[in-house]
C-alpha cells in the first residue's frame, strides 16, 4: 500500500514554512504532522534507495490515468502479447479510481473502460469459449467486490464475465490483489484475489455459451494484506508478496491444500535490499525452468530478483533512475513479459507503476514506466537467462 503519496511534497514545504516562522509555537494540525512525516519516510526511502548499487532507466512511460496530480490511482499493469503482430502488443494498467487503460508500446492511450474502481489485473492466453480460443483479461472490482472478466484484442476489450459473482466477505472483504494461473494437466483456468486482511479466493473460470462464469474452489490466509501475486503455469506454484512478511509459495493447484512457505531473503529482516512494503510480484519465463521472480520493494523505491527454480536464491536488486523520463519510486504493481515484442523492446518488456510521476519539479498524475530487458541484463553483474524466443508457456 502507498506509504507516502504526494504528502513529502507537501511535508517538506510545511516544514520549510514552520521554520520561518515568527514564534515557532503555533500548534501543528494532523494533516500537517503527518504530511511532515511522510516527507521524512520520503527522504529515508531515497536515502536506501541510494544504497542499491544497480540503475537503469525507462525507455518510454504510459500516458498518466485521468485523475489529478498527488492523487493514489494507477496500480497495476498486464502486458497481452499480439502473437500476430508482437510490436502491436498492448500494456493494460488500472486505474483504482475509475477501471482500465489500454496503451501501446510507445505508451499512448488507445482505450479506457470506465469501470469503477478496478485494482488489479493479469491475462491468460488460449480459453475455450463458445468454440473459439480467447485471451482473457481479469480484474479485482473494489467498487462491487467482484472479479470483471473480458476478451483482448489489439484493438477492445469486451466484458464477459456475468453475471458478476460477489465474492465471499469472509475471505475477501475488499479485492485488492489478483492473478491468473492455467493448470496446464488438464488447461483448467483459475483466477486468485486477494483482501486487506489476508484472506485469498481462488476462482475457477468455467465458459458458458458466450460469458464465463467463476466458481470458488479454495480459499488461503496469510498473516496480513498480500497485494502482490502470481502463478507461475509452468511449475504449478502460486506466490504472494505479504507487504510485510516476504514471498510465500503454495501449490497452485485448486487441491494443493493450505500450506505455504517464505522464500528465503525475501523478507527485510534477513535482506536489507528489501523494505516494506513489498507489492508487484511477477515471474520471468525462461528455458527448462530457468527465469527468475521480480518483486517492488516499495519502502527503498527498487526491485529484487529472486531465482525461479528452488531455493529460489536472491540474485540481486536494481532501481530506475531519471533520463529521458522521471525515475520510478513506489511501485505498486508491476509486470514482465519474456517474448521479443518488435524492435523496440528485442529482448522483452518490464513494466512498472510509478507512484510519483513528474516533469522537472511539477507532480503529474501516475502513470506507468517501460524497461527494456535488454538495458536491464546489460546493467546488472549477473546475466539474466533472458529467453525472448520462447513462448511455450503460453501454449
Known amino acids: 500500500m502507498k506509504k507516502f503519496f504526494y504528502l513529502f511534497v507537501m511535508g517538506t514545504l510545511m516544514a520549510a514554512c514552520a521554520g520561518r516562522s515568527n514564534s515557532g509555537q503555533r500548534e501543528r494540525t494532523p494533516g500537517e504532522l503527518e504530511a511532515i512525516e511522510d516527507s521524512l519516510e520520503y527522504a529515508a526511502a531515497l536515502a536506501d534507495q541510494a544504497r542499491i548499487r544497480v540503475s537503469v532507466q525507462a525507455a518510454a512511460e504510459t500516458a498518466p490515468v485521468p485523475s489529478v496530480a498527488g492523487e493514489d490511482a494507477a496500480d497495476d499493469p498486464a502486458i497481452w502479447y499480439n502473437a500476430v503482430q508482437p510490436e502491436q502488443s498492448r500494456i493494460i494498467?488500472?486505474?483504482?479510481?475509475?477501471?482500465?487503460?489500454?496503451?501501446?508500446?510507445?505508451?499512448?492511450?488507445?482505450?479506457?473502460?470506465?469501470?469503477?474502481?478496478?485494482?488489479?489485473?493479469?491475462?491468460?492466453?488460449?480459453?475455450?469459449?463458445?468454440?473459439?480460443?480467447?485471451?482473457?483479461?481479469?480484474?479485482?472490482?473494489?467498487?462491487?467486490?467482484?472479479?470483471?472478466?473480458?476478451?483482448?484484442?489489439?484493438?477492445?476489450?469486451?466484458?464477459?464475465?456475468?453475471?458478476?459473482?460477489?465474492?465471499?466477505?469472509?475471505?475477501?472483504?475488499?479485492?485488492?490483489?489478483l492473478c491468473m494461473y492455467r493448470h496446464k494437466?488438464?488447461?483448467?483456468?483459475?483466477?486468485?484475489?486477494?483482501?486487506?486482511?489476508?484472506?485469498?479466493?481462488?476462482?475457477?473460470?468455467?465458459?458458458?455459451?458466450?460469458?464465463?462464469?467463476?466458481?470458488?474452489?479454495?480459499?488461503?490466509?496469510?498473516?496480513?494484506?498480500?497485494?502482490?501475486?502470481?502463478?507461475?503455469?509452468?511449475?504449478?506454484?502460486?506466490?504472494?508478496?505479504?507487504?510485510?512478511?516476504?514471498?510465500?509459495?503454495?501449490?497452485?493447484?485448486?487441491?494443493?491444500?493450505?500450506?505455504?512457505?517464505?522464500?528465503?531473503?525475501?523478507?527485510?529482516?534477513?535482506?536489507?535490499?528489501?523494505?516494506?512494503?513489498?507489492?508487484?510480484?511477477?515471474?520471468?519465463?525462461g528455458r527448462d525452468g530457468k527465469g527468475f521472480l521480480i518483486v517492488s520493494s516499495q519502502g527503498n523505491f527498487s526491485?529484487?530478483?529472486?531465482?525461479?527454480?528452488?531455493?529460489?536464491?536472491?540474485?540481486g536488486s536494481f532501481k530506475i533512475v531519471s533520463g529521458t523520463f522521471d525515475g520510478v519510486e513506489e511501485t505498486d504493481g508491476l509486470s514482465i513479459f519474456n517474448g521479443a515484442l518488435g524492435e523496440q523492446f528485442p529482448k522483452g518488456l518490464l513494466v512498472v507503476q510509478d507512484g510519483f510521476n513528474r516533469a522537472g519539479d511539477s507532480a503529474l498524475p501516475q502513470n506507468f514506466k517501460l524497461v527494456d530487458l535488454m538495458v536491464l541484463d546489460g546493467a546488472l553483474q549477473e546475466a539474466l537467462p533472458l529467453a525472448p524466443d520462447y513462448l511455450d508457456w503460453m501454449k
Not at 484484442?153 to 472483504?173: M, R
Not at 529484487?304 to 531455493?311: G, I, T
Request: glycine share 12%; net charge negative.
Open 93 to 177: 494498467g488500472t486505474d483504482k479510481k475509475g477501471g482500465l487503460a489500454i496503451y501501446n508500446l510507445a505508451g499512448e492511450e488507445l482505450q479506457y473502460y470506465a469501470l469503477g474502481r478496478i485494482n488489479n489485473v493479469d491475462v491468460r492466453y488460449g480459453f475455450e469459449l463458445n468454440g473459439q480460443k480467447v485471451d482473457v483479461v481479469a480484474a479485482s472490482d473494489r467498487s462491487l467486490n467482484t472479479v470483471r472478466l473480458l476478451t483482448i484484442t489489439a484493438d477492445t476489450l469486451v466484458e464477459v464475465g456475468t453475471p458478476l459473482v460477489k465474492l465471499d466477505p469472509s475471505v475477501v472483504d475488499e479485492p485488492y490483489g
Open 303 to 315: 526491485y529484487a530478483l529472486f531465482d525461479r527454480e528452488a531455493p529460489h536464491a536472491y540474485l
Open 185 to 285: 494437466p488438464d488447461n483448467s483456468f483459475y483466477v486468485f484475489v486477494g483482501g486487506k486482511d489476508g484472506g485469498v479466493q481462488q476462482l475457477r473460470l468455467k465458459a458458458s455459451g458466450d460469458s464465463i462464469e467463476l466458481e470458488k474452489v479454495r480459499a488461503l490466509r496469510v498473516a496480513t494484506q498480500a497485494e502482490g501475486m502470481v502463478a507461475d503455469d509452468e511449475t504449478g506454484l502460486f506466490y504472494l508478496a505479504v507487504e510485510e512478511g516476504g514471498i510465500h509459495k503454495f501449490a497452485a493447484a485448486p487441491d494443493g491444500g493450505t500450506r505455504s512457505e517464505v522464500l528465503p531473503m525475501s523478507h527485510g529482516r534477513d535482506n536489507t535490499a528489501l523494505v516494506a512494503d513489498l507489492e508487484g510480484l511477477d515471474v520471468y519465463y
